[in-house]
C-alpha cells in the first residue's frame, strides 16, 4: 500500500511539473533561447581567445626563425674567420633556438586544430539557434493568434447568423412597402383618368362610359316585343 501512495505521489508530482511546463513552455523556450544566445557569444569570445594565442605564438614563430637565421649568417662569418669557439657558440644557440621553434610549430598545430573544431561548433550552433529563432517567431504568432480566438464571444458566429436574418427581413419589407407605393401611385393615376373621363362623359363629351336607366328600358321593351 505505501508502494502504492508513494507511486501515485510520484505521478502526480511528475504530472503537476509537465503540466506546469507545457502551460509555460513558450516563456520557457524564449528564456532556453536567450541562454543560447549567451552561450554562443561565449563561445565566440573563446574562439577570439584561442585565435589570438595562435596569432602570438606565430610572432613568436616569426621572431625564432629571424634569430636562427641571423645566427646561421653570423656563424659562417666565423667560420670563414677561423673563430670556431664563436661558430661553436652560434651553433648552440641556434639549436635552442630550433628547439623552441619545434614546440612553438607543434603548438601553433596544435592551436589551428583547436580553432577549427571550435568554429565549427559555433557556426552549427549558430545555425541551430537561429532555426530555434525562426520556430519561436512562428510559435509566438500562433499564441497571439490562439488568445485572439480566445477573446472572442461564444455567441459571435449566431449573432452573425441572427443579423443576417434580420436584414433578409428588412429588405423584403421594403421591398414589399416599394411594390405597394408604385401600385398605389398607378391606382391614382387610374382612378384620376377615370374621373375625367367620367365627368367629360356626363358633360356630353364623347360615348357615355355606362348606360344610363333611359337607355336600359328602352333595350328591355325592344326585348320584350
Not at 645566427?71 to 635552442?96: F, P, S, V, Y
Not at 596544435?110 to 568554429?119: A, C, K, N, P, S
Not at 493568434?145 to 472572442?152: I, N, P, Y
Request: glycine share 6%.
Amino acid at each position: 500500500m505505501f508502494k502504492m501512495v508513494t507511486t501515485l505521489m510520484r505521478g502526480r508530482s511528475h504530472d503537476a511539473v509537465e503540466a506546469f511546463a507545457d502551460a509555460n513552455a513558450l516563456s520557457i523556450l524564449r528564456q532556453q533561447l536567450r541562454d543560447a544566445a549567451d552561450g554562443l557569444e561565449k563561445a565566440k569570445r573563446a574562439v577570439a581567445v584561442v585565435m589570438a594565442y595562435a596569432a602570438r605564438e606565430r610572432q613568436t614563430a616569426a621572431r625564432i626563425a629571424g634569430q636562427i637565421g641571423d645566427l646561421e649568417t653570423r656563424a659562417m662569418d666565423a667560420i670563414r674567420q677561423g673563430r670556431d669557439d664563436l661558430a661553436t657558440e652560434a651553433a648552440a644557440a641556434i639549436a635552442e633556438l630550433e628547439a623552441e621553434q619545434a614546440a612553438v610549430a607543434r603548438a601553433i598545430a596544435h592551436y589551428d586544430t583547436e580553432i577549427r573544431g571550435l568554429r565549427e561548433q559555433v557556426g552549427l550552433a549558430g545555425q541551430r539557434l537561429r532555426a530555434l529563432q525562426r520556430g519561436k517567431q512562428i510559435a509566438d504568432a500562433c499564441d497571439r493568434t490562439q488568445k485572439l480566438r480566445g477573446t472572442m464571444p461564444r455567441g459571435f458566429p449566431a449573432s452573425l447568423r441572427e443579423a443576417e436574418e434580420t436584414l433578409e427581413r428588412l429588405r423584403s419589407r421594403q421591398e414589399h412597402a416599394e411594390e405597394v407605393e408604385i401600385a398605389l401611385s398607378d391606382l391614382s393615376v387610374d382612378t384620376s383618368a377615370g374621373a375625367t373621363a367620367a365627368r367629360m362623359a356626363a358633360a356630353g363629351c364623347g360615348a357615355p362610359l355606362r348606360p344610363d336607366a333611359a337607355q336600359v328600358l328602352d333595350r328591355l321593351r325592344a326585348q320584350a316585343h
